[in-house]
């Protein structure tokens, strides 16, 4: 059965997340529906990672296997048309090897999240980035950051629902970079605790309010505590940018 690797987009505002769900909307079951029309026999979608509720991806990789070999261009522009309305969209398709997995082979994943940093409410961006109002100081929150990277036990910023056999994870890179009112934090692992992203940017969001000091998030990593963690940032500024292979 010939191999489909795709990457895509969507916005994970009306979903439950990435992953099938039995009686809630899933992206993956979304593009299972829209596949299956395509191949005529049910299709299994395997995804690079599971994104939570209204979490977004520009950048998320599959993979799917069709009963019969079809131009990969052809199976993107058939599986999107089945896709609507749902805001999913395969911006590329190609074939690849069997022995591809979409989630096993993955050597990286990459995410955004994207803080607006404004006292004006959201209006274009409603969703897609969260707002913070108190001015940030970027420069310490990137430094403040930097005693994230490496290998750890991030159980203090592990999700108390986290399914993962350990807390130990090894984080490759971490930045913050302010772009005019938006503050970017950008992140790369070969993969992360659940809502890991989420719980660092909202420790470090203390950090930018002047609340705790740079020294502070290195403290509440060592502890291995949950309850030392900041507050968790909303999902809606969390994108899925990129995983590499």
């Known amino acids: 059965m010939p191999r489909y690797k795709l990457t895509i987009e969507y916005d994970g505002r009306p979903f ?6 039995p009686d809630q909307p899933s992206v993956q079951q979304a593009l299972e529906d829209a596949a299956a029309k395509v191949n005529g026999a049910p299709v ?13 991806a520009t950048g998320q990789v599959a993979h799917i296997d069709m009963q ?26 190609i074939e690849v090897d069997e022995d591809f997995h979409a989630r096993f082979s993955a050597k990286e994943r990459f995410y955004l999240y994207r803080v607006s940093n404004r006292r004006a409410p959201l209006t274009l961006d409603r969703g897609f980035s969260w707002r913070v109002g108190a001015k ?13 990277v490496g290998t750890h036990d991030f159980t203090t910023f592990r999700d108390s629902q986290c399914q993962a056999e350990s807390p130990v994870k090894s984080l ?10 938006e503050v970017h934090v950008r992140c790369r692992a070969l993969s992360f605790l659940h809502r890991q992203v989420r719980s660092m940017v909202g420790t470090l969001v203390e950090v930018g309010r002047g ?13 291995a505590d949950r309850t030392q963690c900041g507050p968790v940032a909303p999902p809606d500024g969390l994108h899925l940018t990129r995983v590499d292979y």
């Open 16 to 21: 439950a997340g990435w992953q099938r769900q």
């Open 44 to 56: 299994q979608v395997q995804g690079a990672g599971r994104t939570d509720s209204g979490v977004h």
């Open 68 to 93: 019969k070999a079809m131009p990969a261009e052809k199976v993107m522009d058939a599986i999107n048309f089945h896709l609507k309305p749902n805001p999913v969209s395969i911006l590329k398709s």
């Open 136 to 148: 940030l100081d970027a420069d310490a929150m990137h430094a403040a950051a930097q005693a994230l």
């Open 172 to 181: 490759n890179a971490i930045s913050v970079t302010r772009l005019g009112e």
């Open 211 to 223: 609340k705790e000091d740079v020294r502070w998030v290195g403290k509440v990593l060592a502890a």
